[in-house]
C-alpha cells in the first residue's frame, strides 16, 4: 500500500504564488473551504460562485497578490473545462438521446420481463448501472423513479426494496466510473490513466453496488416500509413513439464508449509500445473524446433514427441536452480553479512536508479528505475536485494502478453520508414520499455503506497491485 511516507515526497513542479509559512497556508485552507461551506449551506449560494470566492479567499489569506490568485483560478477553470467540458456535454447528448429515443424505456422493459420476485431487486441493479454508464445522477433518477414505482405497485414489492437497488446502482456508476464528471476530473488532476482507472472503478463498483443494494435494501424494507406515491408515478417518454429502439442496439450504444476505453487499456497492456501501429490506433479510438464522440453518432441512428426522428427532432433534442449541464459544468470549472489555487499556493508541497512522517496510508487519506468536505458541502463532484486538488501531489511516486487507486479513493470518500445539504437528499425524499428520518435511515445508509465498502476494496486491492 503506498503511504506517506519520505520516499515519496516530490517537489510541485508549479512555482508558488506565495512563499507563505505552513501555519498561513493551512489557516488559508481551512478559511477558503470554510468559505465555501458557509456560502453553501448557510447563504444558499451557488457551488460556482463559493468556489469562486472561496479560491480567492484562499489566496488572498495566503498572502498572494490578488491578480496572481486571479489567474491561478483562472488558469485551472480553462485547464479544467477543456480537459473535461467536451466529455461531459458528449456524455449529456448521449443520456438525453437514450432517454427521449425510448431506447432507456426498451432496456428496462426488456430486463423486467426477464425478472420476477427475488431477482427483480438484481434486476434494477442491472438497470440502474447500465442506464446510469452515460447519465448524470440527477438525470439517472428522475429516468429511474417512474420504472421503480410502476414495479413496485404492479408487484406489490417493498418500495425500499426495489429503489435502493437502482439508487445504488447511479450512485455507484455517479461516484466511481468515468465518464462521470467526479471521477474524470479527479482523473485529470492527478494525471491518472482513464483506462485503467476505469477498469479498476469496475472491479471495485460491483461488489460495492451488490452489498449496498440488493443486499442491504432487504435491511431498508424492514426499517422502512412504505408505498409508492401515486402522484409521483408520471409518464415515459416513449408512451408518446410509434416505435424505439431494439434492446441489443440500446445497449451496444450504451457500451460503446466503455468497450472502446477499455480496448485502448488493454492495448496499452499487452503491446506497451507507444510507436506500435496498433497502439497508435487504439490510443485515438480509446480517447475518451473520440470514444464518446463516436457513441453519439452512433446514438443518432440506433436511438434517434431507430425511433423514428427526424433531423429537427435530433438537433432539437442535442440543444435541449446542453441547457442542464451549464451548471454542471461550471461547477466542475470552478472547482479546477480551485484546485489550481491549492497548487500553486504551495499548499500540495505543505501537505508532502508535514505528512512525511505521518503513517496514514495516501489512499486512506484521500478518502477522508472526500469524506470530510462531502459531509461539509453535500456536493459529491466539490468534494471530488476539492479533494483531488489537495491529494495531487502524492501521486507523483505512484505507479499507473495506484494513481487509478487514488482517484477511487477520492470518488468513494466523496458518497458519504448524503443528508440535508445535498440536492439528491431531497431528490430521493420527495420522490419516493418519505420523510427526513425515513431518508437518512435508508438513502443515507445507503451512500454511507456504498462509502465505506468502496474504500475499503480499495485499500485492498492496493495491497495486491
Do not use: C
Amino acid at each position: 500500500m503506498t503511504s506517506l511516507s519520505v520516499e515519496m515526497l516530490a517537489a510541485d513542479p508549479v512555482a508558488p504564488i506565495t512563499s507563505a509559512g505552513h501555519a498561513q497556508l493551512g489557516i488559508a485552507v481551512l478559511a477558503g473551504i470554510a468559505v465555501i461551506v458557509l456560502l453553501i449551506t448557510k447563504f444558499r449560494v451557488h457551488a460556482f460562485l463559493a468556489l469562486t470566492i472561496g479560491s480567492l479567499a484562499l489566496g488572498a489569506i495566503a498572502g498572494a497578490p490578488l491578480d496572481k490568485a486571479i489567474t491561478s483560478f483562472t488558469t485551472g477553470l480553462g485547464t479544467t473545462v477543456a480537459g473535461v467540458g467536451v466529455l461531459i456535454a458528449l456524455g449529456a447528448i448521449l443520456g438525453k438521446l437514450l432517454a427521449d429515443s425510448g431506447g432507456a424505456d426498451q432496456i428496462v422493459d426488456t430486463i423486467l420481463a426477464k425478472a420476477g420476485g427475488r431477482a427483480m431487486p438484481w434486476a434494477m441493479v442491472l438497470i440502474a448501472a447500465v442506464i446510469g454508464l452515460p447519465l448524470f445522477f440527477e438525470v439517472g433518477i428522475v429516468l429511474l423513479i417512474p420504472v421503480v414505482l410502476m414495479v413496485a405497485k404492479r408487484g406489490n414489492y417493498s418500495l425500499m426494496r426495489i429503489g435502493i437497488p437502482a439508487l445504488a446502482g447511479l450512485s455507484v456508476m455517479h461516484g466511481l466510473i468515468p465518464p462521470h464528471p467526479g471521477p474524470l476530473v479527479a482523473i485529470d488532476a492527478v494525471g491518472a490513466n482513464l483506462g485503467v482507472t476505469l477498469a479498476l472503478g469496475i472491479l471495485v463498483a460491483i461488489p460495492t453496488v451488490i452489498i449496498a443494494g440488493p443486499l442491504f435494501s432487504k435491511v431498508a424494507a424492514r426499517w422502512v416500509d412504505v408505498q409508492p406515491p401515486e402522484k409521483m408515478i408520471p409518464g415515459r417518454a416513449s408512451d408518446d413513439l410509434e416505435k424505439r429502439p431494439s434492446f441489443g442496439a440500446s445497449v451496444a450504444t450504451i457500451l460503446l464508449p466503455v468497450v472502446l476505453m477499455l480496448a485502448k487499456a488493454l492495448v496499452d497492456i499487452v503491446v506497451d509500445k507507444p510507436e506500435h501501429g496498433v497502439q497508435r490506433v487504439f490510443d485515438v479510438i480509446g480517447s475518451p473524446l473520440i470514444a464518446l464522440l463516436a457513441a453519439v453518432i452512433v446514438g443518432m441512428f440506433t436511438l434517434g433514427r431507430a425511433a423514428g426522428f427526424t433531423k429537427e427532432r435530433l438537433s432539437t433534442t442535442v440543444e435541449k441536452s446542453l441547457i442542464p449541464i451549464a451548471g454542471v459544468m461550471l461547477i466542475v470549472g470552478a472547482g479546477g480553479g480551485f484546485k489550481q489555487t491549492l497548487i500553486d499556493s504551495g499548499v500540495g508541497q505543505m501537505v508532502l512536508d508535514i505528512s512525511k512522517h505521518w503513517a496514514i496510508p495516501a489512499l486512506l487519506l484521500a478518502w477522508l479528505i472526500a469524506v470530510v468536505i462531502r459531509l461539509a458541502t453535500g456536493s459529491a463532484t466539490v468534494a471530488t475536485v476539492s479533494a483531488a486538488g489537495l491529494v495531487a501531489p502524492l501521486a507523483a511516486d505512484m505507479s499507473t494502478a495506484h494513481t487509478a487507486l487514488l482517484v477511487l479513493a477520492i470518488g468513494a470518500g466523496s458518497l458519504f453520508f448524503s443528508h440535508v445539504n445535498d440536492a439528491g437528499f431531497w431528490l430521493v425524499k420527495e420522490y419516493f414520499g418519505l420523510d427526513v428520518g425515513q431518508t437518512i435511515k435508508t438513502w443515507s445508509v445507503m451512500e454511507t455503506i456504498i462509502s465505506v465498502v468502496a474504500g475499503g476494496l480499495v485499500l485492498l486491492l492496493s495491497l495486491v497491485i
